[in-house]
DNA sequence: AACAATAATTTTAACGTGTGCATTTCATTA
DNA sequence: TAATGAAATGCACACGTTAAAATTATTGTT
């Protein structure tokens, strides 16, 4: 392996030359530089990071983590994530990938081996890691999941407004009976997404029926479930909201089991934009939850927090946009 | 930061002393090593992987190679291998992951930065970069993707035979006039699949019509129009096979939209068992690749080449298995 | 008790890089 | 031309670890 010393032998000069050459330090004269770099260029240098990362501190690592990487649901939100974070990332940073719940000693979750970690949190279950990290003092942004704590640089989506906005629209296709299927009791984003809901009723002037708010967990099966026991009331919603696509999924195979056409006997809506949420029959109307985008302003966001590490944190919402599809019929 | 000396000065022992202890180097006194290993518990001690790497010349990490991140199909299989790799792995080991369409600098990928690479393997394209790494001497496995190279280790799924079983069962339903939307036109997989799809034929004695072999290229789009072309044929098959699941969707989207009915009218079979294929209507029949073991497999298979770099390289299959659902009927 | 043999530990150096401080080079000014 | 100061470069050390070689402690043998 080629060293600055031995480039440093070459260009007649001190590897301290080199190494300063080759870092962009204003020390240099300039035609001392460009020799240095055409040097090291045609004998294929390249800097061996665990040095660099012995004098200067720094990892050059960015850790992802995952809720639970042993848990199926979150599958095309790990592309996702990936893509978005390694669009703005620099190509001489790792970027390493573990489930949190694969974190069995806290202990090595140190400064000295992250530079920066990303959390991609699903659950509450988090906090004890993000706590932990938040304490080591590792520069840090939590995505996807909302925060209590003004103290954590936070990149969600605007899940109320996005709800909001799709409910807005399921009315202005003259829905009058709407109903909701919630997420998991606790979680800030079934709040969120109830409390969209409810925006809109609300806004429209329309009833809210408590036969109409079904629980659920965000499981295609409790959206199955759900949905059955909607299906059985009295006078049936028009339209039902579910607070992710998944449990769209489970709601729709509930209607198919029960031979209830959509949307011609009832209309449907999701949240996410998952992957499948276009190849479901009928194609399912949702609201996208730009995975991506999120990741890739949260990475932006580690980045200016390793630059400047006085930079306050903040909550920062990325808008969600209604994909409209088949699911929701005029009423 | 607590480094060995920190512990050697407690200790009242050299840091060389301290750092054989703490690797269990036989040369140590017990009596020593348990002190030792208690005062660097006690004090926290996370070793520096950077002095460690900078000595030893190993980097603990491993890096996964993904075909093309910024293509959507893959998304499950990331989670899929993620979680096969991160159950065999070292927790001090770490795993970076990489689109390789990402890597523009193949400089970058040196032994130095890794110990071992693992590549999940979509596309003949990847080959230039396999290639580089096998150049370069870094332990190498391929996954998911059967190379004609003996040289280099390989994981992947017993298409071959998965596909023969699937059509069997499907011969075994009474099903005489059977088509295959094949793969993507180069691709190792599609020919196997292909084979398989005719291996089972041929047993069985049936007629291979050209007619019921169309094209495909492995996405939901192809699958869309292959099926289109086979539902025109005067005479229909009874049962298509399709050489993935995106392109079964694919498939299925063609029969609802010319309302035929599955499996009544015809039946399908896929090939992959990604996550959504139990949650089509009705629920997808297809052939698991079972990504979690292979990604499990090869990983064991780099520890060992890790270990041992004289191990031979050597060709490993993993069994799929047959998943039944609704697809396929009666014939 | 003396010595050899072996066990246990320390000393010293090395890995490749960045940085504070000392030194050299060079242009500018008096 | 000499003095001055700024610009450019070099020297020496540090980072935390492992490993080869050197030293010291312990045990066994006679």
Redesign the interface.
């Known amino acids: ?1 080629i060293t600055i010393k031995d480039i440093a032998r070459v260009a007649g000069v001190s590897h301290t030359t080199v190494s300063r050459a080759l870092n962009g330090s204003p020390l240099i004269k300039k035609v001392t530089r460009d020799k240095i770099e055409k040097i090291a260029a045609e004998m ?1 240098y ?1 800097p ?4 660099k ?2 004098v200067t501190k720094r ?1 050059f ?1 960015i850790g992802l983590f995952f809720s639970s ?2 848990q ?1 649901t ?3 939100f ?2 996702d994530a ?2 978005g974070i ?1 669009h703005v990332l620099d ?2 940073f ?6 949190i719940d ?4 806290f ?2 979750i ?1 400064p ?2 992250f530079d920066g970690i990303l959390v991609m949190s699903q659950s509450d279950e988090d906090n004890a890691f993000i706590y932990h990290v938040k304490t080591m003092g590792i520069p840090l942004v939590v995505l996807n999941r909302q925060l209590e704590d003004p103290g954590i640089m936070n990149v969600v989506a605007n899940d109320r407004e996005g709800v909001k906005e799709a409910i807005d629209y399921a009315v202005s296709q003259g829905h009058q009976r709407l109903a909701i299927i919630e997420g998991k009791p606790g979680f800030k984003s079934s709040t969120e997404r109830k409390q969209g809901f409810m925006d809109s009723l609300i806004e429209h002037r329309l009833q809210l029926n408590s036969d109409y708010f079904a629980a659920g967990d965000y499981s ?1 099966e409790s959206g199955y479930a759900a949905m059955t026991t909607l299906l059985s009331l009295s006078e049936r919603p028009t339209a039902v909201f579910c607070s992710n696509d998944d449990m769209a ?2 709601a ?2 509930a209607c ?1 089991a029960h031979k209830i056409s959509i949307p011609q006997q009832i209309s449907l809506l999701g949240f996410d934009d998952i ?2 949420a276009r ?3 009928p194609a399912l109307t949702t609201v996208r939850k730009p995975i991506a985008d999120i990741s890739e302003l949260g990475t932006k966001m580690l980045i200016q927090l390793l630059q400047q590490p006085e930079t306050k944190p903040q909550q920062l919402f990325v808008k969600t946009s209604l994909v409209v599809r088949d699911t929701v019929a005029g009423c």
């Open positions: 392996m294929n390249v061996n990071y665990s040095a990362s012995l990892s690592t990487i042993d199926g979150s599958s095309s790990l592309v990936i893509k390694s190509e001489n790792n970027l390493t990938v573990h489930g694969g974190v069995h000693n202990g090595n140190q000295q081996r295609i999924i489970g729709m195979n198919y992957m499948f190849y479901t029959n």
